[in-house]
T-cell receptor
Framework: SAVISQKPSRDICQRGTSLTIQCQVD?????MFWYRQQPGQSLTLIAT?????????ESGFVIDKFPISRPNLTFSTLTVSNMSPEDSSIYLC???????????????FGPGTRLTVL | KQEVTQIPAALSVPEGENLVLNCSFTDSAIYNLQWFRQDPGKGLTSLLLIQSSQREQTSGRLNASLDKSSGRSTLYIAASQPGDSATYLC?????????FGTGTSLTVIP
């Protein structure tokens, strides 16, 4: 298993500012993801955080808006830049804890960061 | 592209009832399927993982089944309790990405 912490747990921010969310894992993991969950919706993958290289972004998400760092195998940050009210969401960090085979690889989630942009 | 859907979107049952949540996916090339629970405003908690070679998994009052060839999974909750009230999501793993369903919001009425 993996235990994940996120900071901050929630924040209220002004339009046009930026917020950096931290994700810390209690063990080294290869696969780490950032998701967004807008009110009443399911999860949308923002990007895969790659250790030592640029993140891989999904369609509709760009590095200038959501820069991601992954300096090592236990830590990552997601920055939400130049925020607007449409960015109000829960942001979730997740990791894959490898099993004895790929079919037992299990995804675990952090507690989430609830962001409100005014 | 893999698409995952869950039916029903919302379900309300009296305490003590057994219930079934459904998950379907369009591409059977998966390694596993996970069921998660999400409480309001919180992260996701993993409930069960079924490997692609398995037919079912059980944990306490929960039983999940998988029919990979037909692209279906079910989550059976026995003797439901008010504490089971939450949103339940399924996700399939293709090896490099997870695809999530839209979720079923469950309310168990005391």
């Amino acid at each position: 298993s993996a235990v994940i912490s996120q900071k901050p747990s929630r924040d209220i921010c002004q339009r046009g500012t930026s917020l950096t969310i931290q994700c810390q894992v209690d063990s080294q993991v290869t696969m780490m993801f950032w998701y967004r969950q807008q009110p009443g919706q399911s999860l949308t993958l923002i990007a895969t955080a790659n250790q030592g290289s640029e993140a891989t972004y999904e369609s509709g998400f760009v590095i200038d808006k959501f820069p991601i760092s992954r300096p090592n195998l236990t830590f990552s940050t997601l920055t939400v830049s130049n925020m607007s009210p449409e960015d109000s969401s829960i942001y979730l960090c997740s990791v894959v804890a490898p099993g004895h085979s790929i079919s037992t690889d299990t995804q675990y989630f952090g507690p989430g960061t609830r962001l409100t942009v005014l | 592209k893999q698409e995952v859907t869950q039916i029903p979107a919302a379900l309300s049952v009296p305490e003590g009832e057994n219930l079934v949540l459904n998950c379907s996916f369009t591409d059977s090339a998966i390694y596993n399927l996970q069921w998660f629970r999400q409480d309001p405003g919180k992260g996701l908690t993993s409930l069960l993982l079924i490997q692609s070679s398995q037919r079912e998994q059980t944990s306490g009052r929960l039983n999940a089944s998988l029919d990979k060839s037909s692209g279906r999974s079910t989550l059976y909750i026995a003797a439901s309790q008010p504490g089971d009230s939450a949103t339940y999501l399924c996700a399939v793993f293709t090896g490099n990405q997870f695809y999530f369903g839209t979720g079923t919001s469950l309310t168990v009425i005391p």
